[in-house]
Nanobody, 117 residues
């Protein structure tokens, strides 16, 4: 059974940092691109960052470029999102996604990130 379990969310002040983790199980993690998405209240889900299966390629939304870093550890079946210089507009539920094809596409349950003073 496939599981993606996010952790590391919480409340942080503007300018602060958080590190999200997503632990995967039930599939061959190293074969999948991994993505972090986020969804703020009243807004559509947004792709934040992508990392290739081997970790050699990363991409970021313009809104987080230079502040967020996606990484993965295929030995631990885990993907990370280091979030620095957080802003109130980063407040959202953050979701981990594993993608290989339209059929092999899995989602976590999400973790709340709130940036507020």
């Amino acid at each position: 059974q496939v599981h993606l379990v996010e952790s590391g969310g919480g409340l942080v002040q503007p300018g602060g940092s958080l590190r999200l983790s997503c632990a995967a199980s039930g599939f061959t993690f190293s074969n999948y691109f991994m993505n972090w998405y986020r969804q703020a209240p009243g807004k559509e889900r947004e792709l934040v960052a992508t990392i290739s299966s081997g970790g050699g390629m990363t991409k970021y939304a313009d809104s987080v470029k230079g502040r967020f870093i996606i990484s993965r550890d295929n030995a631990k079946d885990t993907v990370y999102l280091q979030m620095n210089s957080l802003r109130p507009e980063d407040t959202a539920v953050y979701y981990c996604n594993a993608h290989a094809t339209a059929t092999y596409d899995y989602w976590g349950q999400g973790t709340q990130v709130t940036v507020s003073s």
